[in-house]
């Protein structure tokens, strides 16, 4: 037999666990499936190795959807610093204090484990919500105002909204026929969760060098997240190394501001690539997060961008609910996409400059990162505004994302 809802979302990680969140006061039935559940958090376990920079944006969404507490009960770090700089120019560096604009901190970094672990515990709770997990899908079969998804089990779900909130190979897009553009960059980011010398750091940094930055993201305590971008073939080199020697290249390689390593926790990599879908919405389908859109992970924006997705379109279902109309329609899902897509696209673009402008030895362009870097060090308005960016206080926001 097959069950029937308002809203059917797949993918029930930190983007598709935020939509249903923020559609727990309303009168619309929701189901989300999540193809297995996080472990189960202990404060005596290492950090895991993923780990997302939340803005003050997402804080605020976290916050008021009642998660924010669950993510205070287990741990995160607040980053109140950014320092970026040139490899070869440390008097091209910049240094932005979330104190100069009043801020406690600029952002926290957290386990996505630990985010969706938050989100999950306050979903569960939810009345009108069924959170079916683990849920294996078989089947998607996208129909206007009436999707079927067929679970493994036999299960049926059909749904007058679909909502894919399920990655990058998102089976909602794919089902529904909608296109992505995209293309791989020439690099890879390895990441290494680290204990270091020092105690606890309230700074994220980022040296720029030819291969890629280097980047240090404080984790609570004398634990560290390492991002070390470079190209595929020398971080599958770097992968393989024994234990001591891949030490080595990291104390060789990472400025000396990052102290001693005492050890290696955990390594792992990922490839980049940027792609985006050639739209968001259909009639009685959205997407949202990864499967909508993949940047470059240069200013950790991913996750915070996927957050702005859930909230703004919770918002737009709960106007179109409240006012009778028709969640499924394409005019209220147009509206959804019409917020977001421009914003994604700056993102996107924002971080393809970067990516072009600093990964390369070229003379005139290094000269010219150099002055951005120096002017930006000097002008208090635009260091204003890139703290605003990086909290992601800028733009067209969602009730959700500004400060209760």
């Given at each position: 037999?097959?069950?029937?809802?308002?809203?059917?979302?797949?993918?029930?990680?930190?983007?598709?666990?935020?939509?249903?969140?923020?559609?727990?006061?309303?009168?619309?039935?929701?189901?989300?499936?999540?193809?297995e559940?996080p472990?189960?958090?202990?404060p005596?376990?290492?950090?895991?190795?993923?780990?997302?920079?939340?803005?003050?944006?997402?804080e605020?969404?976290?916050?008021?959807?009642?998660?924010?507490?669950?993510?205070?009960?287990?741990?995160?770090?607040?980053y109140?610093?950014?320092?970026?700089?040139?490899?070869?120019?440390?008097?091209?560096?910049?240094?932005?204090?979330?104190?100069?604009?009043?801020?406690?901190?600029?952002?926290?970094?957290v386990?996505?484990?630990?985010?969706?672990?938050?989100?999950?515990?306050?979903?569960?709770?939810?009345?009108?919500?069924?959170?079916?997990?683990?849920?294996?899908i078989?089947?998607?079969?996208?129909?206007?105002?009436?999707?079927?998804?067929?679970?493994?089990?036999?299960?049926?779900?059909?749904?007058?909204?679909?909502?894919?909130?399920?990655?990058?190979?998102?089976?909602?897009?794919?089902?529904?026929g909608?296109?992505?553009?995209?293309?791989d960059?020439?690099?890879?980011a390895?990441?290494?969760?680290?204990q270091?010398?020092?105690?606890?750091?309230?700074?994220?940094?980022?040296?720029?060098?030819?291969?890629?930055?280097?980047?240090?993201?404080?984790?609570?305590?004398?634990?560290?997240?390492?991002?070390?971008?470079?190209?595929?073939?020398?971080?599958?080199?770097?992968?393989?190394?024994?234990?001591?020697?891949?030490?080595?290249?990291?104390?060789?390689?990472?400025p000396?501001?990052?102290?001693?390593?005492?050890r290696?926790?955990?390594?792992?990599?990922?490839?980049?690539?940027?792609?985006?879908?050639?739209?968001?919405?259909?009639?009685?389908?959205?997407?949202?997060?990864?499967?909508?859109?993949?940047?470059?992970?240069?200013?950790?924006?991913?996750?915070?961008?996927?957050?702005?997705?859930?909230?703004?379109?919770?918002?737009?279902?709960?106007?179109?609910?409240?006012?009778?109309?028709?969640?499924?329609?394409?005019?209220?899902?147009?509206?959804?996409?019409?917020?977001?897509?421009?914003?994604?696209?700056?993102?996107?673009?924002?971080?393809?400059?970067?990516?072009?402008?600093?990964?390369?030895?070229?003379?005139?362009?290094?000269?010219?990162?150099?002055?951005?870097?120096?002017?930006?060090g000097?002008?208090?308005?635009?260091?204003s505004?890139?703290?605003?960016?990086?909290?992601?206080l800028?733009?067209?926001?969602?009730?959700?994302?500004?400060s209760?």
């Open positions: 037999m097959d069950q029937r809802y308002d809203v059917v979302i797949v993918g029930g990680g930190m983007v598709g666990a935020t939509i249903a969140c923020a559609l727990a006061d309303s009168e619309l039935s929701v189901a989300v499936l999540e193809r559940r472990a189960a958090f202990s005596e376990q290492p950090h895991d190795l993923r780990v997302s920079a939340l803005s003050l944006a997402s605020n969404i976290l916050r008021q959807l009642g998660a924010w507490s669950g993510i205070e009960a287990r741990r995160l770090c607040p109140r610093r950014m320092r970026v700089w040139e490899a070869d120019d440390r008097r091209a560096a910049t240094e932005f204090d979330a104190a100069r604009i009043d801020r406690p901190c600029l952002g926290h970094i386990e996505n484990r630990v985010i969706q672990l938050a989100l999950l515990e306050r979903l569960e709770r939810l009345p009108n919500l069924d959170f079916i997990c683990p849920a294996r078989s089947h998607i079969d996208y129909s206007p105002g009436a999707s079927l998804v067929q679970l493994e089990d036999g299960r049926e779900l059909i749904g007058r909204l679909l909502i894919g909130a399920d990655g990058g190979h998102s089976r909602v897009r794919e089902a529904a909608i296109g992505v553009h995209k293309w960059y020439d690099q890879c390895l990441v290494v969760s680290v270091t010398a020092y105690e606890q750091q309230d700074i994220t940094w980022q040296q720029f060098t030819p291969t890629g930055p280097l980047a240090f993201l404080p984790l609570s305590g004398r634990n560290a997240s390492l991002v070390w971008y470079n190209t595929p073939n020398e971080v599958r080199r770097l992968m393989e190394l024994p234990e001591h020697r891949f030490l080595a290249e990291l104390e060789a390689t990472f000396p501001r990052l102290g001693v390593i005492e290696i926790l955990e390594r792992g990599f990922f490839p980049l690539r940027r792609q985006h879908a050639q739209q968001y919405v259909a009639e009685g389908v959205a997407l949202a997060g990864d499967a909508a859109h993949m940047i470059h992970p240069l200013a950790g924006q991913g996750v915070n961008i996927g957050l702005l997705d859930a909230a703004v379109l919770a918002e737009e279902l709960l106007a179109a609910q409240a006012a009778g109309s028709a969640i499924d329609s394409l005019q209220l899902l147009r509206r959804y996409e019409s917020r977001r897509r421009r914003h994604n696209l700056i993102m996107m673009q924002t971080m393809d400059a970067f990516y072009r402008v600093f990964s390369n030895d070229r003379i005139p362009l290094k000269l010219l990162r150099n002055i951005g870097l120096g002017v930006a000097r002008l208090p308005f635009a260091k505004r890139v703290m605003q960016f990086a909290m992601g800028e733009g067209d926001l969602p009730a959700l994302a500004r209760a």
